[in-house]
């Protein structure tokens, strides 16, 4: 069956070299390519039975922002795949995203490969997030034990949890994980999680109330 897509990329070139990529496997059929937030909530309004089955969602867009995007696309289409498809690494703009609705969090200078792979994981129903993303956590905000110490909340992750974290970062997929781990996917998957849910427990989302632009 082939894939259809639609991006909300404000950024001609960036969106014409994904689309590129994703045809080139014949998986794929990219359908449309919006600019702004507000053009692609409009189009899904008219179009719903012509909706696709996964959206890339750019967060910095010149109207809305990704996250307003993601909620609306969440709300009117909840079966679809949305992943967020930026160069910014922030885990806080994780974890709204996938409050949000979001099925997971890529960075453009993944290598294809692994892209694809996360493409296919989060078709399958699997949450996906960038090796960065899990390497930035690693380094800025994951212990493995509590410190009173710390300019800024940290996340404390079970040993498990950190290995887990630590193969992400090294771009394995979840399967790889449970095989290197000797456990079984649905446990990586259960990490995965608690990872999400600690990350929101301990991130302060003040700064995207209101009018938010991501």
């Known amino acids: 069956m082939e894939i259809t897509v639609n991006f909300i990329e404000d950024q001609p070139a960036a969106a ?20 702004l937030a507000a053009e692609a909530i409009f189009w899904l309004e008219n ?18 922002g990704g996250i307003w ?11 679809a795949k949305i992943l967020v498809f930026t160069s910014f690494d922030n885990p806080s703009l ?19 490969k692994i892209l694809m792979k996360h493409l296919e994981d989060a078709l399958a129903g699997k949450q996906v997030f960038s ?3 899990a390497d930035y956590l690693l380094q800025n905000k994951i212990t493995a034990k509590k410190s009173k110490n710390q300019a ?23 399967p790889e994980i449970a095989t290197r ?10 990490h995965i999680y608690s990872i999400y849910a600690k990350l929101q427990e301990n991130t302060d989302f003040s700064y995207l109330k209101g009018g938010g632009t991501y």
Request: proline share 5%.
């Open 131 to 133: 090796p960065r993303i």
């Open 16 to 35: 014409e070299a994904m689309q590129i990529k994703l045809e080139k496997t014949n998986k794929f059929c990219v359908k449309h390519i919006f600019s």
């Open 47 to 64: 179009h719903l039975s012509e909706a696709p089955h996964l959206w890339l969602v750019d967060l910095f867009l010149p109207d809305h």
């Open 94 to 112: 994780l974890v709204r995203a996938i409050e949000v609705g979001a099925n997971g969090y890529l960075l453009k200078d993944m290598r294809d």
């Open 152 to 174: 800024e909340p940290q996340i404390v992750l079970c040993k498990e949890g950190i290995e887990v974290l630590q193969n992400l970062a090294s771009g394995y997929s979840i």
């Open 69 to 79: 995007a993601i909620q609306r696309i969440h709300t009117m289409q909840p079966k």
């Open 181 to 190: 781990l000797s456990t079984s996917k649905h446990k990586v998957q259960d």
